[in-house]
């Protein structure tokens, strides 16, 4: 026979979420039986606690008596109350986003705010702490929401007991439970009509499918809640495996990360320890396949997320922000037309006629030669280029002993690079490859600025 709901409660929150009894707790209260019950247990627990409610005036009257319903329940326990109200729909439409989505955000944006007035207001002196009443049937929900759309093994552990400053003592207690403590207590809740309704998924796997799955295999609902626990275990397995992976493989330099491709490739299994390694960097599983090709591409090409790219650089993958003005490899692409980098600024102008100049600061290249993207970088030795005026080729480190460059000089020698060619020694001297000639009808200009 399980230990009463109570003595189970007190354990979860100190073992599992890492509550200590001095902490402030905000409990984030609907007004529904689940967030009621999770209020009780922390007034019977002897927990300092402030309840908070969001109206997302979604329905109507419903909202309004939500909101008073919790109002009321604060004021007979003598406990603080903060409440918000958004215009959800406003902001789902706004963002392009679904309305549950949307309600999400707003929602634990604000309760952050509301836990950082209350760690102001206690000085620090005692943690501050966000709780919220999800439970074991939301929990199976969320797996199984997780495994139809797609996921890694994160999304089968579900929710954790503990994520940074929010604690969900209840996931591993039954809805069952919670509504028969509710009765036992005598407490008083509100329901919310639209959990009747399966327009949403969440609904429709809770109405539907998983009464559907309990009609074929009686005893579903127990397999899944098992699940998560095994999933948690698989879990903590697998990151320590992929955590072996990324020391062996990525090679972190200032603000990128390299990778060797041809140890890459020998890497099992591959898809998998390579969507691990990106995925930090916003890349979605989708584009494992793009960034795959990029394995046998030449130099220059890349896949983009909303905030990296990864490019091929020889024998490297080299993960790098989309914005940067640290990294030592930065991509052009035929738009720019201007790039800032740690030695300054080189702007990109475009001209019709053939136009010409000689001064080392200044390339000006046959347009109908150069294709985009370019890939701006430090020199590094192995690097050669063909002189202007020359037909033989020349290393870096042979052209900078002729032009008696000091050691500082060459530390800080930038080239531009197409497709494993050096099209100019910034500073210095343009490919003779990629010159201005009599055939030349346009011309690319790069004028750099330190």
Same mark, same amino acid.
């Given at each position: 026979?399980?230990?009463?709901?109570?003595?189970?409660?007190?354990? =979860?929150?100190?073992?599992?979420?890492?509550?200590?009894?001095? %902490?402030?707790?905000?409990?984030?209260?609907? +007004?529904? &039986?689940?967030?009621?019950?999770? %209020?009780?247990?922390?007034?019977?627990? +002897?927990?300092?606690?402030?309840?908070?409610?969001?109206?997302?005036?979604?329905?109507?009257?419903?909202?309004?008596?939500?909101?008073?319903?919790?109002?009321?329940?604060?004021? #007979?326990?003598?406990?603080?109350?903060?409440?918000?109200?958004?215009?959800?729909?406003?902001? %789902?439409?706004?963002?392009?986003? #679904?309305?549950?989505?949307?309600?999400?955000?707003?929602?634990?944006?604000?309760?952050?705010?509301?836990?950082?007035?209350?760690?102001?207001?206690? !000085?620090?002196?005692?943690?501050?702490?966000?709780?919220?009443?999800?439970?074991?049937?939301?929990?199976?929900? $969320?797996?199984?929401?997780?495994?139809?759309?797609? $996921?890694? *093994?994160?999304?089968?552990?579900?929710?954790?007991?503990?994520?940074?400053?929010?604690?969900?003592?209840?996931?591993? &207690?039954?809805?069952?439970?919670?509504?028969?403590?509710? !009765?036992?207590?005598?407490?008083?809740? &509100?329901?919310?009509?639209?959990?009747?309704?399966?327009?949403?998924?969440?609904?429709?796997?809770?109405?539907?499918?998983?009464?559907?799955?309990?009609?074929?295999?009686?005893?579903? *609902?127990?397999?899944?809640?098992?699940?998560?626990?095994?999933?948690?275990?698989?879990?903590?397995?697998?990151? =320590?495996?992929?955590? @072996?992976?990324?020391?062996?493989?990525?090679?972190?330099?200032?603000?990128? !990360?390299?990778?060797? /491709?041809?140890?890459?490739?020998?890497?099992?299994?591959?898809?998998?320890?390579?969507?691990?390694?990106?995925?930090?960097?916003?890349?979605?599983?989708?584009?494992?396949?793009? /960034?795959?090709? @990029?394995?046998?591409?030449?130099?220059?090409?890349?896949?983009?997320?909303?905030?990296?790219?990864?490019?091929?650089?020889?024998?490297?993958?080299?993960?790098?922000? @989309?914005?940067?003005?640290? %990294?030592?490899?930065?991509?052009?692409?035929?738009?720019?037309?201007?790039?800032?980098?740690?030695?300054?600024?080189?702007? *990109?102008?475009?001209?019709?006629?053939?136009?010409?100049?000689?001064?080392?600061?200044? !390339?000006?290249?046959?347009?109908?030669?150069?294709?985009?993207?370019?890939?701006?970088?430090?020199?590094?030795?192995?690097?050669?280029?063909?002189?202007? +005026?020359?037909?033989?080729?020349?290393?870096?480190?042979?052209?900078?002993?002729?032009?008696?460059?000091? $050691? $500082?000089?060459?530390?800080?020698?930038? /080239?531009?690079?197409?497709?494993?060619?050096?099209?100019? /020694?910034? +500073?210095?001297?343009?490919?003779?490859?990629?010159?201005?000639?009599?055939?030349?009808?346009?011309?690319?200009?790069?004028?750099?600025? #330190?």
């Amino acid at each position: 026979m399980p230990a009463p709901l109570l003595q189970r409660f007190i354990i =979860q929150m100190k073992e599992e979420c890492g509550v200590s009894p001095d %902490a402030t707790l905000l409990l984030a209260v609907s +007004g529904g &039986v689940d967030s009621v019950v999770l %209020a009780a247990l922390c007034r019977q627990a +002897g927990y300092r606690f402030h309840l908070a409610h969001v109206n997302f005036q979604l329905r109507g009257n419903e909202s309004e008596r939500d909101e008073i319903f919790v109002r009321e329940l604060a004021s #007979s326990w003598d406990v603080p109350f903060h409440t918000i109200r958004f215009d959800t729909g406003t902001v %789902a439409a706004k963002n392009k986003c #679904s309305v549950q989505e949307a309600a999400r955000q707003l929602r634990y944006e604000w309760f952050e705010k509301v836990i950082e007035s209350l760690h102001f207001e206690h !000085a620090a002196e005692t943690p501050s702490i966000i709780c919220t009443a999800h439970h074991l049937d939301d929990n199976i929900e $969320t797996m199984v929401m997780h495994f139809f759309r797609g $996921t890694g *093994i994160s999304g089968l552990r579900g929710m954790l007991p503990r994520q940074g400053r929010v604690a969900r003592p209840l996931l591993e &207690v039954s809805k069952e439970e919670l509504t028969a403590y509710a !009765a036992e207590n005598k407490l008083n809740w &509100v329901e919310d009509s639209s959990n009747a309704e399966s327009k949403y998924t969440r609904n429709a796997i809770r109405n539907k499918l998983l009464p559907l799955a309990e009609t074929i295999y009686p005893e579903a *609902i127990g397999n899944l809640a098992r699940n998560l626990s095994r999933f948690r275990d698989v879990e903590s397995l697998y990151h =320590q495996a992929i955590a @072996l992976y990324k020391k062996k493989l990525v090679k972190i330099t200032g603000n990128e !990360a390299h990778l060797p /491709v041809a140890l890459l490739q020998k890497s099992h299994p591959f898809s998998t320890i390579l969507f691990e390694i990106i995925n930090q960097y916003n890349f979605h599983p989708a584009q494992v396949d793009e /960034v795959k090709l @990029l394995l046998n591409a030449v130099s220059g090409k890349y896949v983009a997320s909303s905030t990296h790219r990864i490019f091929k650089n020889r024998k490297w993958l080299i993960i790098a922000p @989309l914005q940067t003005t640290v %990294a030592d490899n930065i991509l052009i692409g035929e738009e720019a037309e201007y790039i800032d980098f740690p030695a300054g600024k080189i702007n *990109i102008i475009r001209f019709e006629n053939p136009t010409i100049s000689r001064h080392k600061f200044i !390339a000006t290249l046959d347009r109908s030669l150069i294709r985009f993207p370019l890939l701006l970088r430090k020199w590094k030795p192995g690097d050669y280029f063909y002189p202007f +005026g020359m037909k033989k080729k020349k290393k870096l480190s042979r052209f900078f002993i002729d032009n008696k460059l000091s $050691t $500082t000089e060459k530390e800080n020698v930038w /080239v531009l690079e197409m497709n494993k060619k050096i099209i100019w /020694v910034i +500073g210095h001297r343009i490919d003779d490859r990629f010159r201005v000639s009599s055939n030349t009808t346009a011309t690319l200009k790069f004028e750099f600025q #330190s």
